[in-house]
């Protein structure tokens, strides 16, 4: 494990856990109630910050808001200057109040409901166009409300080697986007006389990326499709080229490359064709801003492992049984004097899937102590479920030197309130 001391986000030092460098142990004594989410105000505007120097404008950096929707996290992004993406009208009422302006607002989807399209017209958002049945519906839509639509084409460039299949959105299986057959019929459909105006092209190559040759390649791929739409659209000259830069899941400190690596690579070739470029990360900005805090319930032994079981499970990070995903779990303190063993950390959900992590080596806690889970800040909270009817956690956000509540936690009575009487007993 390597997580060498830093001014910002998790880090281990001289024994602690820091967050912001602040020990995580004089942190928790002040929250009421594990599992919980803990995020790093510091790390998250650091992180959206890099992003944003890295491509200034003519360029744009949109957060995707499907990683981590929570709207006090948004409307410091959006204080940032940086625009929201979103895949819902749920998603885009969310990000108008977190305060995001319509000019800063993008919506896709490879099957979007009358009502994501309706809350995208009226809120005045840029659209993606995914298929021709959902040109139909936004151009229906759009005529109904009479507000004119500012679209980009989904392209589909060639498919990324080694992502997971479920983390792969293009090549030839993707369900996302246009194949080059289809956005040929689909441009020659359009006429910028309509009610739609194409003003570019998106695209979205999947996400975890370690390598930035892929972005390359889609670029080149999508300046040449821009020359067909710039035939019957000439002021075309958008390319968003999506999110997927991944992260630092095994703490390792494997060099991966960010959002400067990827600016020097792709904003040249950009602007040398007159380009501006939109890109929209999210798991990059979310994840390591934030960790779930999980009591250890008790522990268990079989056949040479070491059942660790926690309070916090799959309803609150889905990311290891759908994905096969790692996540560094941490002791807030260090006890060299404990034994080490390979351990699974199992949550309470009654299903054998329900891990957050198999065959590590860790030092064995004691019961009631709590771990931290890191880089849980994307694709975490915004994918939990009540399954198990367990309420879903409570969110925090320390500043360095306050704990904020910036999602209560659910009671339990909420959810039976959401049928309606009578109940028969
Ligand atoms: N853009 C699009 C179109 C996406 O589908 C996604 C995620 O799937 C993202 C951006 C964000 O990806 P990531 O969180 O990997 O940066």
Redesign the pocket.
């Known amino acids: 494990m390597n997580l060498p001391p830093s001014s910002t986000g998790f880090a281990f030092s001289k024994g602690c856990l820091l967050l912001d460098d602040t020990p995580l142990v004089e942190i928790a004594p002040q929250l009421p109630s594990t599992p919980c989410f803990i995020y790093s105000q510091a790390e998250l505007i650091q992180r959206a910050e890099v992003w944003r120097e890295s491509f200034p404008p003519p360029h744009s950096v949109y957060v995707?808001v499907?990683?981590n929707p929570n709207p006090h996290l948004l409307s410091m992004l959006c204080n940032l200057g940086l625009g929201a993406?979103t895949v819902s009208a749920g998603e885009l009422r969310f990000a108008l109040r977190a305060g995001f302006p319509p000019s800063r607002l993008f919506l896709?989807g490879n099957g979007k409901h009358p009502e994501d399209v309706r809350a995208a017209l009226e809120a005045g958002a840029l659209l993606n166009v995914d298929s021709a049945f959902d040109l139909r519906l936004i151009r229906r839509l759009a005529g109904e409300l009479s507000r004119p639509a500012r679209v980009l084409l989904r392209i589909n460039p060639s498919g990324v080697d080694g992502l997971h299949p479920y983390l792969a959105?293009s090549g030839e299986h993707t369900k996302f986007g246009l194949t080059p057959r289809e956005f040929k019929e689909l441009l020659g459909d359009l006429s910028p006389s309509g009610p739609l105006e194409v003003v570019g092209l998106h695209l979205?190559l999947g996400?975890?990326l370690t390598d930035l040759a892929p972005y390359q390649s889609a670029l080149s791929f999508a300046l040449e499709a821009l020359d067909a739409v710039r035939h019957p659209f000439p002021q075309a000259n958008l390319i968003n080229l999506?999110?997927?830069?991944a992260v630092d899941y095994q703490r390792r400190g494997a060099p991966l490359p960010g959002s400067r690596e990827l600016a020097k690579l792709l904003i040249p070739p950009a602007e040398g064709a007159g380009v501006r470029l939109m890109v929209?990360?999210?798991?990059?900005i979310f994840a390591p801003a934030g960790a779930i805090l999980t009591r250890v319930l008790g522990l268990k032994y079989r056949g040479g492992r070491v059942l660790v079981v926690v309070d916090a499970s799959m309803n609150i990070n889905p990311r290891p049984a759908l994905y096969g995903a790692h996540h560094a779990i941490l002791p807030l303190e260090a006890h060299p004097e404990r034994e080490r063993a390979v351990c699974d950390v199992v949550g309470p959900i009654c299903e054998e899937a329900d891990f957050l992590a198999r065959g590590v080596e860790i030092t064995l806690p004691r019961e009631g102590e709590i771990l931290c889970v890191l880089d849980c800040g994307?694709y975490c909270m915004s994918m939990a479920s009540r399954y198990n009817l367990r309420p879903l956690p409570p969110e925090y956000l320390w500043d360095g030197s306050d704990l904020r509540l910036i999602r209560r936690p659910e009671p339990p009575e909420e959810m039976l309130a959401l049928f309606p009487p009578p109940l028969s007993h």
Not at 242 to 245: A, K, Q, V
């Open positions: 995707a499907k990683a993406t896709h959105t979205h996400s975890s999506g999110g997927g830069l929209e990360p999210g798991r990059h994307a």
